[in-house]
């Protein structure tokens, strides 16, 4: 697997389950148009399939622990080659979320431009997380995986965070969705003039 001739940007998305990754993804492509790339999304859609592949990770996300790596970076290199001759630019939501994911990315995709790291409490995630599973009918959505989501993020999210000191942008998201935003747009608008 060779690294891809990417021209547009690639925006890394991160933050702890419930931070507001997805809602952040949703106003940067209204805005920017970049093509949104989630990788929770991606998995979801593989167990929708109903492969036996899709078995397996279903009973992994519903105990909240990490896929195994591998099959993660597939789904989203496929997607990013499938969308790469229209796209403005990528946005990769929720990926890397070990070290090791981050590393073996930029070696067979490509450099990634920016990261967003969006900050927010356990206990702000745990309350937005327990709001949404009123309708999200997500497997993970209950009280037991979220608990063991926050565990496993917290296990990993030091060593991906210290990976990228100078490209991630820490943002403050115990704030509403517009004030988030608005800094979100200005490090995006940063990134864009720079790559002029
Ligand atoms: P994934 O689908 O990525 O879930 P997650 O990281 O747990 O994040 P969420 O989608 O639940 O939340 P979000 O940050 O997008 O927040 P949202 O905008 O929805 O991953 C699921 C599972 O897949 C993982 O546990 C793992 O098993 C597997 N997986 C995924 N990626 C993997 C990888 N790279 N490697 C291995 N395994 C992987 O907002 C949440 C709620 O808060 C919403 O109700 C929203 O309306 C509200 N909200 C948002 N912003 C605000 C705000 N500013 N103020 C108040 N409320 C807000």
């Known amino acids: ?3 891809l001739d990417i021209s547009v940007p690639i925006i890394w998305v991160l933050g ?3 931070s507001g990754k997805g809602t952040q993804c949703e106003r940067i492509v209204t805005k920017y148009q970049f093509t949104h790339l989630s990788s929770g999304d991606l998995l979801r859609e593989e167990v929708s399939s109903g492969s036996s592949r899709g078995q397996e990770l279903s009973a992994i996300m519903e105990r909240g622990e990490l896929v195994p790596m591998d099959l993660v970076l597939e789904l989203l290199r496929d997607a990013i ?3 790469l001759p229209d796209s403005k630019g990528f946005l990769i939501d929720g990926y890397p ?4 994911q981050g590393i073996l990315f930029e070696k067979k995709v490509a450099p990634v431009h920016l990261v967003l790291f969006y900050d927010a409490s356990d206990k702000t995630l745990v309350e937005r ?4 599973a009123k309708t999200s009918g997500r497997v993970d959505d209950n009280e037991e995986t979220i608990k063991k989501r926050l565990h496993t993020f917290n296990t990993h999210n030091d060593q991906v965070v210290q990976q990228y000191t100078e490209k991630l942008k820490r943002i403050d998201a115990e704030r509403n969705a517009d004030e988030i935003f608005a800094e979100t747009s200005l490090l995006i608008d940063d990134l864009l003039a720079s790559l002029k």
């Open 16 to 18: 702890g389950p419930g």
């Open 129 to 132: 997380l327990l709001g949404r």
């Open 97 to 100: 979320r070990e070290k090791e």
């Open 1 to 3: 697997m060779s690294a």
């Open 81 to 83: 080659q499938k969308a």
